[in-house]
C-alpha cells in the first residue's frame, strides 16, 4: 500500500472518532455541565490551580502526554509487521486511549480537581485509594526511569540536541513572564520563541556539547546526564506550573504541530515506499497477543494519561467545554505522533542506509529492535526531512530536539504528579512527612535514579513500564465506570475496554514474572500482579455488593 493513502486512512479515522464518537461520550456519558466552576476558578492558588487559555493548555497536555513513549513503541511494534501496529494505534487511540483520557479529565473537574486515586476513596472505599496511590508510584518511577534513560542516551548519542534544548527553558521561563506578569497574549510569543528555538537548533546542529570536553569520562557521560535530569525534573516540579510548565509546553505544541507538518508534508508529497512486511514475526519472538499492546503503550493508551489529566490539567482547566479538545483531542494528537513514528520506520528508512548498531526492526531480533527504536524513528524521519531539502545535520537535530523536548516535558510533569500522589498517599495513611513537597519530592526522583542505572534491570523495562501503564488506564477505567454508573449512564463504552485492556496488562505482567532475568524486575512485577488482582476484587465486590440497590432505585 503507497504510505501516502495509509496516513490518509488512518487521519480520516482519527478527524471522524473526534467529530462523532467524542461527542457521543461527552454528552451520552460524561455528561458534561458548561455551568459547572471548574476547579482552577474555584480554588485559584496561582501555583497548581491555575485557569488557563485552552490552547495553551491543550499544548501543555498534549506535550506532557506526547512523551517518547509514542515514539519508542510503535518502533518496536513493527518488529510484527505495520498491519497489527497501525491498527491497534489508530482503534485504541479513537475507542480506548481518548475514552480513558477524557474521562479521567472530566472525573476530576466534577470533584474539584482531585486525582482518580483520591475519586476512588468516594467511589469505591479508602482502601482501593491507598492501593492505588501505591500502584501509581510504582508506575511513576518506572516512567521516570524510562524517560530519563532515553533522554541521557538521545543527549549522549546526539549532542547537536544539547544545546537547543537547553536554551528552550531559558526561552520558555522569558515568555511565561510576559504572559502571566505582563498579561500578554500567549500566541505570538511563542511563536516567537519558536522561531529563536529553531536559530538555536541550527546552530547547535554546528556546535555540538559533549560531557566529555569538559573532562567527564566517556563511560560515565550518560550517567552523568541522568543525575543532571532528575536534578532539573525535582526542581521544574516544584516551581508554579506559569513559570516554565505551561509556556514549555505550548512551545513545544507548536514544535510538535511543524515537527509533524514537515514529516507528513514530506509523506505526502515523496510518497516513500513501504519497505517492512505487513505482518511477520509472528512465530518469533515474544508472542504477539498480548504483547504487541503493551508494547506500543502509550501510542494507544496509557494509565499516565489519566494522572495528567487529574494531576496537573485538570487544575487549569478555565470552563468545562474546554475538557472534550483537551482530553479527547490531545490522545487523538498522541497518536498522530505514535502514527507518524510507524510510518518513519516501515516507510522513512528506505532513504538511509542502516547504521551497524542497530537493525531494521521486523529484520532483526526483539532485543535489538528495542534497543534501536529511538534510532529507527530519529534515522527514518530524518530522511523523510531530508527529501524536501533539509541538510542532513539539520534534519537530524530537528528530530532528536522535538523528541528530547517532549520526554523532558514527561519526566517534571510525571514528578509533579507523583510528588502530588506522595502527598496524597501521606493525608490517606496519615503520615504527615509525606506531604512535605520536598520530602515528596525527593521520594518521588531517588528511587527512580536507582532503576534507570540499573544495567541489568533498565534493558528490560519496557514491557513491564507498558504493561503496568496500560493496567492502571484499566483500573482508572474501572472508577470511571463505577462513577458513572452510580449516576445510571451507559457504561458498556467504558466497561469493555477496560476488560479488554486488564485482561492484555495482566496476561503480560504473568508472563513478564516468569520471564524476569533479575531477582528486581521480579519483585516490581509480582508487586504489580497482587497490586492489580486486590484492586480489582475490590471494584467487583463493591458492585455486587450494591447492585441491587441501584437497580431499585
Known sequence: MNSATLTSLCLIFFYLGYKFYSRYISYKIYDINNNLITPANSINDGVDFVPTDKHVLFGHHFTSIAGAAPI?????????GWLPALSWVVLGSIFMGAVHDFGALVLSLKEKGKSVADISASTINNRIRILFLIFIMCLTWLVLAVFANAISGL????????????IEIIIAMIVGYYIYKKKVKSFFPSIIALFFLYIFVWIGSNNPINLESLGIPINNVKHTWTILLFVYSGVASLIPVWILLQPRDYINSHQLIVGLSLIFLSIFLIQPKIIAPAITNIDKGPPIIPFLFVTIACGAISGFHGLVSSGTTSKQVNKMKDARMIGYGSTLGEGTLALAATIAAIAGLSFVNVQNDWCLPWACDFNSAKAGALNVFIVGSS???????????????????????????????????????????????????????????????????FIATNNELRNELWQTFGASNQMLAALTLMVISIYFWKKRKNIIPLILPMLLIMVIALWSLIIKFQMSQTLMLQIINGILIFLILWMFFEGLYYIFKNYNHFKRS
Open 155 to 166: 543527549f549522549t548519542r546526539y549532542s547537536t540536541a544539547v544545546l537547543p534544548v537547553n
Open 383 to 449: 530522511g523523510l526531512l531530508q527529501q524536501i531539502g533539509l541538510p542532513s545535520g539539520l534534519s537530524t537535530t530537528l528530530v532528536v530536539v522535538l523528541v528530547v523536548s517532549f520526554a523532558a516535558t514527561t519526566l517534571d510533569s510525571a514528578t509533579r504528579i507523583q510528588r502530588y500522589i506522595i502527598g496524597e498517599f501521606g493525608s490517606a495513611t496519615k503520615l504527615k512527612i509525606f506531604e512535605n513537597k520536598y520530602i515528596a519530592t525527593l521520594i518521588s526522583i531517588i528511587p527512580a535514579y
Open 72 to 80: 519508542i513503541g510503535p518502533c518496536i511494534a513493527v518488529y510484527w
